[in-house]
């Protein structure tokens, strides 16, 4: 099993190169320029689910990277790359991932250091930004926590005893993919009745149109396009259905943490992505539900909060920190 030991919590303060950050993402792909002080002081953006080649993806990226330098003209010193089933120590992105249209193996550490010649390191996406989490948010001081990741999947990173947890072969972290019901929605992963089902944008926005569907009353809401965000606002506006909604979210999300706290006995869980802008209609069931399905003897041990990082920030900072992992 790898696990990965921070000592340093300001590593990046003591780099004299810039170095580059690359957070991708099912739907973008963020490339973050950061300085010695930890600072994201340029980005690029990328349409994740525009490419379907993995060759084109990674060229396209390393473009990016050669602008970002270019433009502020600066020295890189190295790269680190967060992304869904990340295989931290091939430096491949395995074959088949749920939420890239991108289906075959993706050896981007190799071919970004054949592009850009400096050392490159990649990590699950969640991971890289629970790092960011642990060297800049208010995960800072702390060794046991979970980082949870909602967006266009959910996604998580563990830290245990102040270690990074990958597992037997880096895929350690999966919680999205946790089966909250065999016989329930099919997830992209294959399966069904996964928790990102039920808890990503995606599945939130799945819940709402089912509930519009039973429902006489959805004030000339046009449910075909609408999104996370737009039910965020509507929830935020006091709409029964969009509370409705972030309320069976809740008791589905607490579900899979309450499981995932009988496994890694964290003292937080900290909460990012879009869907978690909508605060309180979020919040305030998710820790009734969670206190509900909390075995007993993890009572008042552990709690739940929001991340105060912004999100593209704590992913970047954290794959930007990832050759730490390799020294």
Same mark, same amino acid.
Do not use: W
């Given at each position: 099993?790898?696990?990965?030991?921070?000592?340093?919590?300001?590593?990046?303060?003591?780099?004299?190169?810039?170095?580059?950050?690359?957070?991708?993402?099912?739907?973008?792909?963020?490339?973050?320029?950061?300085?010695?002080?930890?600072?994201?002081?340029?980005?690029?953006?990328?349409?994740?689910?525009?490419?379907?080649?993995?060759?084109?993806?990674?060229?396209?990226?390393? /473009?990016?990277?050669?602008?970002?330098?270019?433009?502020?003209?600066?020295?890189?010193?190295?790269?680190?790359?967060?992304?869904?089933?990340?295989?931290?120590?091939?430096?491949?992105?395995?074959?088949?991932?749920?939420?890239?249209?991108?289906?075959?193996?993706?050896?981007?550490?190799?071919?970004?250091? /054949?592009?850009?010649?400096?050392?490159?390191?990649?990590?699950?996406?969640?991971?890289?930004?629970?790092?960011?989490?642990?060297?800049?948010?208010?995960? /800072?001081?702390?060794?046991?926590?979970?980082?949870?990741?909602?967006?266009?999947?959910?996604?998580?990173?563990?830290?245990?005893?102040?270690?990074?947890?990958?597992?037997?072969?880096?895929?350690?972290?999966?919680?999205?993919?946790?089966?909250?019901?065999?016989?329930?929605?099919?997830?992209?992963?294959?399966?069904?009745?996964?928790?990102?089902?039920?808890?990503?944008?995606?599945?939130?926005?799945?819940?709402?149109?089912?509930?519009?569907?039973?429902?006489?009353?959805?004030?000339?809401?046009?449910?075909?396009?609408?999104?996370?965000?737009?039910?965020?606002?509507?929830?935020?506006?006091?709409?029964?259905?969009?509370?409705?909604?972030?309320?069976?979210?809740?008791?589905?999300?607490?579900?899979?943490?309450?499981?995932?706290?009988?496994?890694?006995?964290?003292?937080?869980?900290?909460?990012?992505?879009?869907?978690?802008?909508?605060?309180?209609?979020?919040?305030?069931?998710?820790?009734?539900?969670?206190?509900?399905?909390?075995?007993?003897?993890?009572?008042?041990?552990?709690?739940?909060?929001?991340?105060?990082?912004?999100?593209?920030?704590?992913?970047?900072?954290?794959?930007?920190?990832?050759?730490?992992?390799?020294?």
């Amino acid at each position: 099993m790898y696990v990965c030991i921070f000592k340093d919590l300001n590593m990046l303060e003591q780099m004299d190169k810039y170095v580059i950050g690359v957070d991708i993402g099912g739907t973008n792909t963020v490339i973050g320029l950061v300085n010695k002080e930890g600072k994201v002081v340029s980005r690029d953006t990328l349409a994740t689910q525009t490419y379907t080649d993995g060759a084109i993806f990674v060229m396209d990226i390393a /473009k990016s990277i050669i602008k970002l330098k270019s433009f502020h003209d600066v020295e890189i010193g190295s790269v680190g790359v967060g992304a869904p089933n990340a295989n931290f120590v091939s430096g491949c992105i395995e074959s088949n991932t749920a939420n890239l249209r991108i289906k075959e193996e993706i050896p981007i550490c190799k071919i970004l250091e /054949k592009e850009l010649n400096v050392p490159t390191v990649l990590s699950n996406d969640a991971d890289a930004a629970a790092i960011g989490e642990h060297i800049y948010g208010s995960a /800072k001081n702390c060794s046991n926590f979970i980082l949870v990741t909602l967006g266009t999947g959910v996604g998580s990173g563990f830290f245990a005893d102040g270690h990074l947890i990958h597992g037997h072969n880096c895929m350690a972290g999966e919680l999205g993919h946790l089966t909250l019901y065999p016989e329930g929605r099919e997830c992209s992963c294959g399966r069904c009745g996964c928790l990102e089902t039920y808890t990503s944008a995606r599945g939130i926005c799945q819940t709402f149109k089912e509930l519009a569907k039973k429902s006489n009353n959805i004030d000339n809401i046009n449910t075909e396009n609408i999104t996370s965000k737009d039910i965020g606002e509507l929830a935020n506006e006091g709409n029964p259905l969009a509370l409705k909604t972030f309320e069976i979210t809740a008791k589905y999300l607490a579900i899979g943490l309450a499981n995932a706290v009988t496994f890694s006995n964290p003292e937080k869980i900290i909460l990012m992505g879009g869907p978690t802008k909508v605060g309180a209609p979020l919040l305030i069931p998710l820790k009734r539900y969670f206190k509900d399905n909390l075995l007993f003897i993890y009572e008042n041990s552990v709690t739940i909060e929001f991340s105060q990082l912004d999100d593209n920030d704590a992913a970047i900072l954290g794959a930007a920190a990832l050759i730490n992992l390799k020294n």
